[in-house]
């Protein structure tokens, strides 16, 4: 998959459109969420990148 493919499309129930979700970034889609109904900013899909997508320490103790 590479950046500006699109994933999954999400409809609008109120204004009637399908609304594509694209990836943000190149990588292999590995996980999906399993309900069939999205939330507005709900987790919906997980791409693991090609390269690290921020520089510096993880924020782990």
């Known amino acids: 998959m590479s950046a500006g ?5 999400v ?7 399908l609304v594509p979700l694209i990836a943000r970034m190149d990588g292999l889609l590995y996980a999906r969420h399993s309900t069939r109904f999205a939330t507005a900013g709900m987790l919906v899909a997980r791409i693991a ?4 997508p921020r520089r510096g320490d993880l924020p782990v103790p």
């Open 5 to 9: 493919d699109t994933i999954a499309g």
């Open 11 to 17: 409809l609008d129930p109120i204004e009637d459109r």
């Open 49 to 52: 990148g090609n390269g690290a």
